[in-house]
């Protein structure tokens, strides 16, 4: 199982980036995938979860603002993220499992399956 991660850079605060999750070894069809990120010095936190029927879940702090979706087909899947703000600087993590303070409560996906990609770079700074 491999997960890659790409599409981070930098922008100004206000602009756009799609991250991608490209997923290699088993189909995401029928199971979760998370979005995760990490601020040097600080724990990696659950920012966002596309579950196994195709549900939504965001945290707090990029709701409204950030979109995850899927492409089956491609095992794929996406993180489109508007409107970013410098404290959304960080390294952007794909996972097989879905975790954190989702949608208003602790949530958390596990199918045994503890693979990460590994990450990237999102600076947004003006």
């Known amino acids: 199982v491999k997960l890659v991660e790409s599409g981070g850079g930098s922008v100004q605060p206000g602009g756009s980036l799609k991250l991608s999750c490209s997923v290699s070894?088993?189909?995401?069809?029928?199971?979760?995938i998370g979005w995760f990120r990490q601020v040097p010095g600080k724990e990696r936190e659950g920012i966002s979860c596309?579950?196994?029927?195709?549900?939504?879940l965001y945290t707090e702090f990029v709701k409204g603002r950030f979109t995850v979706s899927r492409d089956i087909p491609k095992n794929t899947v996406y993180l489109q993220m508007n409107d970013l703000k410098p404290e959304d600087t960080a390294d952007y993590y794909c996972?097989?499992?879905?975790?954190?303070?989702?949608?208003?409560?602790?949530?958390?996906?596990?199918?045994?399956?503890?693979?990460w990609g590994e990450g990237t770079l999102v600076n947004v700074s003006s």
């Open positions: 996972a097989t499992k879905c975790a954190g303070y989702l949608n208003g409560g602790y949530y958390s996906r596990f199918y045994g399956m503890d693979y």
């Open positions: 070894g088993f189909s995401i069809d029928g199971y979760a």
């Open positions: 596309i579950d196994d029927d195709g549900d939504t």
